[in-house]
């Protein structure tokens, strides 16, 4: 391939990322593209042997930061990240994406060359082979939906952005897991400093700046997790607190709603279990029951006591004020 004048910087975040790191930096160091690129790793603590693994490559791409565990945030790391690095195209992935093959980098860059007005682009993901039948099915109507749609979006129409949901939802998504971002958009408007939904708060900015984003359908990691019970209630706790607090959604305003979803997706997923190979046990519908009335009862607690802190301390699952003290 003809290289190009057009730096890219790959930033990667990384806290006891465990294996799975690995790969992923074994996979951004393999890619086959046009662009000349870095990769910056700025970690925040780990004691998992991710920085020893780091240093054993000896390339001269890597830039590893380490950063206090206190010092973490995920729009202000990201930042330090992006000020860390030279790049005119910023890639942002996290620690646990992986991509799936060595055109991923290629993939994603190439949209912004279209059209100047490109700020951010967002791939698809993929599940690992060991999520459960609902995740990989889940996340595969998620991207369709996008890649079904226009590939490249802006704000075009005001009145509609003011009263639909479904319209602004559709515009501000952004999933920084599998992303891209323009350097000089960036300079302009950094991340905002939030614990969580900074990818999504930042798309939403740029969109109503006037910029446009991209979907890279052929941009693809590898990225899911299987959350325990207890988990699956802190992270819908923590979505639905950050949709309500920073965007205004309630993802579960009553109790009604939580029955009603909990009885509906239940259902809904017991029937689509039936048609796989998976046989439905008590066990299997006992945790897919449980598994919708957590996360049911996270969305609720998170879009109904969002400033309350004594439910945040108790549930959040990426809690910045007990991950300070630590």
């Not at 007005?117 to 990989?136: E, L, N, P, W």
């Not at 319209?167 to 891209?180: E, G, M, P, R, T």
């Not at 998170?302 to 004594?310: I, L, R, V």
């Amino acid at each position: 391939m003809e290289q190009v004048n057009n730096l890219v910087s790959v930033c990667i975040l990384t806290k006891n990322p465990g294996k799975v790191f690995q790969s992923v930096l074994n996979s951004v160091l393999s890619q086959n593209t046009i662009y000349p690129y870095e990769v910056i790793v700025v970690d925040s603590g780990s004691s998992d042997g991710t920085i020893d693994y780091i240093n054993s490559k000896k390339s001269d791409k890597i830039k590893l930061i380490e950063i206090e565990p206190s010092d973490f945030g995920h729009g202000k790391t990201r930042n330090f990240a992006i000020q860390n690095s030279s790049g005119q195209y910023i890639v942002m992935i996290t620690h646990d994406a992986e991509p799936v093959d060595g055109n991923w980098l290629q993939n994603i860059i190439s949209p912004f060359h279209e059209d100047e007005s490109i700020a951010a682009v967002f791939g698809r993901h993929y599940a690992y082979g060991d999520a459960s039948i609902f995740t990989k099915r889940d996340l595969k109507l998620h991207f369709d939906n996008f890649a079904d749609g226009p590939r490249v979006v802006h704000l075009d129409d005001k009145d509609r952005y003011a009263k639909d949901i479904g319209y602004q939802q559709w515009l501000h998504y952004f999933s920084d897991n599998n992303a891209a971002l323009r350097r000089s958009v960036w300079q302009i408007c950094p991340y905002p400093e939030v614990d969580f939904a900074e990818d999504q708060l930042w798309a939403k900015k740029i969109i109503e700046l006037g910029y446009k984003k991209a979907y890279a359908d052929d941009a693809i990691v590898y990225h899911s997790h299987n959350y325990s019970l207890k988990q699956t209630l802190q992270r819908s706790y923590d979505e639905s607190r950050a949709l309500k607090k920073l965007f205004g959604y309630n993802l579960c305003p009553s109790v009604l709603n939580i029955a009603y979803q909990t009885l509906a997706c239940s259902k809904r997923d017991l029937a689509y279990q039936k048609t796989t190979a998976h046989k439905t046990n008590k066990v299997g519908f006992f945790n897919i029951t449980a598994w919708h009335f957590l996360k049911q009862l996270g969305f609720y607690l998170g879009g109904n006591f969002y400033s309350n802190h004594t439910v945040y301390r108790l549930i959040s699952l990426d809690n910045a004020i007990k991950r300070k003290k630590k």
